[in-house]
């Protein structure tokens, strides 16, 4: 479910996978550290991380604070 942090949130966990692919494995099949009786899906984990970070550097499309670059 990509609604909270769009396709960008899809893009990110790419970009994991791709360019930390020992890490990536690692964090999603819980290689390290004990498990713990409730647990949080690793890509979901993902797609929130993205949506904060879009709050946080105020990254929404639909508020432009400049229009520099759009056609």
Known sequence: DFR???FISLENLLFLAKRY???FQQ???KQGGSR?????PF???GV???FMLIQMLDLRA???SSWVGVK
């Open 62 to 64: 639909g508020k432009r």
């Open 4 to 6: 909270g942090g769009g």
């Open 48 to 50: 929130n991380i993205t």
């Open 21 to 23: 692919p020992k890490s």
């Open 36 to 40: 713990a009786t409730w647990e949080y």
């Open 27 to 29: 964090l999603l099949w």
């Open 43 to 45: 890509a979901v984990a």
